[in-house]
């Protein structure tokens, strides 16, 4: 164990205190400087990086694609986090929450703005009628899973995956306290996937395209390498569901979009045509926290 912290009356922020990622968070809102986004031609404009919550949204355009919906082509532009993109004037104006994605919709007579992955997802959903049921049952535990999944995983990325992965010291309570509560998320999954092919049931919906980068990751990609400290082999149901997700080729295109980091031939740091994945040539960036 740490040292015991006495937290003082009033909290100040330490600018040399947040360890490798101290630059992408600051306690206060609003544009840090004037910078205006890129258009492109496409009637949707996305703003993001892949990860796990970028990679929500450039895997629902994918499968949009994939299942024939033409109007959904979109230009994916990377915002890179570690260079504080966020905070750009054009950033804040389409999320003031400066968090990636972030998504303008152009397709009608005025630009929509859509921020916050979770609410991109369903906008995408109810303006192509694809991957969310239109009523009853099925609508419904959709629409809980993605939400669980939006108010879980915070526990994962923030809490685990930072006090494991990132923080400048490594705490024995902030860890376990975290890793037990990814345990438990994972085991929820796990008990969910033991009698459904999907998280809705037998459809694949954005429930799963939502959960699939940050939970699949974890149990299939060893995301933030903690995956022999979590012992993930235990949630056979959980991989079951994220190798087949993770096999479909729209997920495999969706998954390179906007990234930046890791091996090249993963890359595809902005999407403006399907023939981009075929042209490919970028360098290699420095790796991102996930998001």
Known sequence: MTDAYTPPKVWTWNKENGGRFANINRPTAGAQFDKDLPVGKHPFQLYSLATPNGQKVTIMFEELLAAGHSGAEYDAWLIRIGEREQFSSGFVAANPNSKI???VDRSGPKPIRVFESGAILMHLAETFGAFLPKDGEA????????????GSTPYVGGGFGHFYAYAPVKIEYAIDRFAMET????DVLDQRLADNR?????????????AAP???G????????????LQVHEYKNVIRWAEEIFARPAVKRGRMVNRAFGPLENQLRER?????????????????EAN
């Open 218 to 229: 974890l149990v299939v990609g060893n995301t933030y390498e903690g995956a022999e400290f």
């Open 198 to 210: 999907f998280l809705a049931g037998e459809e694949y919906t954005i429930a799963d395209m939502a």
């Open 183 to 186: 345990k438990r998320l994972l």
């Open 214 to 216: 940050w939970y699949g």
């Open 139 to 150: 609508r419904a535990e959709t629409l809980s899973w993605l939400f669980w999944q939006m």
């Open 272 to 288: 403006h045509d399907a023939s981009d994945f075929e042209l490919r040539t970028q360098d290699k960036l420095e790796p991102a």
């Open 101 to 103: 994605p972030a998504l």
